[in-house]
T-cell receptor, first 117, second 111 residues
Framework: EAGVAQSPRYKIIEKRQSVAFWCNPI?????LYWYQQILGQGPKLLIQ????????DSQLPKDRFSAERLKGVDSTLKIQPAKLEDSAVYLC???????????????FGSGTRLTVV | QKEVEQNSGPLSVPEGAIASLNCTYS??????FFWYRQYSGKSPELIMF????GDKEDGRFTAQLNKASQYVSLLIRDSQPSDSATYLC???????????FGSGTQLTVLP
């Protein structure tokens, strides 16, 4: 089974520029998550999709962050304009519910490391 | 705000010893609990999940859950240098299919 694919792996931008990240979940996984992980901290949920609808975006800074999930499969997370404090790893995860007992729920991609200078 | 608390460490143990990692959570309605391991520069990988009170063992790993005390722990027996990583506790609240993470505990196993 292919994993969660993310691109790019690394991105360096100047503050006030825009950036976009892409995620392709595991085939058949209806739920997709974007997490932000700042160095030294645990991942923080930004947005959760169920198919192509938003389930939870309560922690998404909507003045600068936006996300969409095209046709319930791929997803894009955008930051515009970027700030220094947006430097972090952006992790995409997907899940299949109801979960199988031997493979519970959540699988993470390798992440995109964003540096804002 | 639902919170998950972990000791940030760092925690150092000698090779072959038992490493004990602890986590508390604030949402009494939480249903499922996860331990992830994260090597530096890598994404989190699932070690174990537990949803019933008591112990759950998988090889050298044992997860312990006490819902009354809102406490979950991970024991690593016969610790190896390859276990050196950050261990993340994550909680699935009763109201949603999503994970809330603690800040992680950095573990170093000394040869």
């Amino acid at each position: 089974e292919a994993g969660v694919a993310q691109s790019p792996r690394y991105k360096i931008i100047e503050k006030r520029q825009s950036v976009a990240f892409w995620c392709n979940p595991i085939s058949g996984h209806a739920t997709l998550y974007w997490y932000q992980q700042i160095l030294g901290q645990g991942p923080k949920l930004l947005i959760q999709f169920q198919n192509n609808g938003v389930v939870d975006d309560s922690q998404l800074p909507k003045d600068r962050f936006s996300a969409e999930r095209l046709k319930g499969v791929d997803s894009t997370l955008k930051i515009q304009p970027a700030k220094l404090e947006d430097s972090a790893v952006y992790l995409c995860a997907s899940s299949l519910f109801p979960a199988e007992a031997t493979n519970y729920g959540y699988t993470f991609g390798s992440g995109t490391r964003l540096t804002v200078v | 705000q639902k919170e998950v608390e972990q000791n940030s460490g760092p925690l150092s143990v000698p090779e072959g010893a038992i490493a004990s990692l602890n986590c508390t959570y604030s949402d009494r309605g939480s249903q499922s609990f996860f331990w992830y391991r994260q090597y530096s520069g890598k994404s989190p990988e699932l070690i174990m999940f537990i949803y019933s009170n008591g112990d759950k063992e998988d090889g050298r790993f044992t997860a312990q859950l006490n819902k009354a005390s809102q406490y979950v722990s991970l024991l690593i027996r016969d610790s190896q240098p390859s276990d050196s990583a950050t261990y993340l506790c994550a909680v699935e609240p009763g109201s949603a299919r999503q994970l809330t993470f603690g800040s992680g505990t950095q573990l170093t196993v000394l040869p």
